[in-house]
Nanobody, 127 residues
């Protein structure tokens, strides 16, 4: 069982930056690939980024490449999402998720492959 708690969201002007954090409980954090997803009002939840267990592999949605950076610190049981050049269309609830890796596989953008989810943190970008 893994408990995920996101933080770092808030209200920011367009062009600004935020760093989202996700703290995980448990002693097996490095067994999980981690992902960030977001859900805008009235829309489906979308994949944003994922990172491998070691942190050496990353995968981004095309819409955020070049502006978002995912990273992790396994010693701190944490994963981060640095968001730069924020746009109003980035407004959403951002969720982190953990994918328990039992066999080697590529990073996933499919939410059904993730086993645990946080409660989300709201990011609102004003124009």
């Amino acid at each position: 069982q893994v408990r995920l708690v996101e933080s770092g969201g808030g209200l920011v002007q367009a062009g600004g930056s935020l760093r989202l954090s996700c703290a995980a409980s448990g002693r097996t954090f490095s067994s999980y690939a981690m992902g960030w997803f977001r859900q805008a009002p009235g829309k489906e939840r979308d994949f944003v980024a994922a990172i491998s267990r070691s942190g050496r592999g990353t995968y981004y949605a095309d819409s955020v490449k070049g502006r978002f950076t995912i990273s992790r610190d396994n010693a701190k049981n944490s994963v981060y999402l640095q968001i730069n050049s924020l746009k109003p269309e980035d407004t959403a609830v951002y969720y982190c998720a953990a994918d328990l890796i039992m066999v080697p596989k590529g990073l996933s953008s499919e939410d059904h492959e993730y086993d645990y989810w946080g409660q989300g943190t709201q990011v609102t970008v004003s124009s």
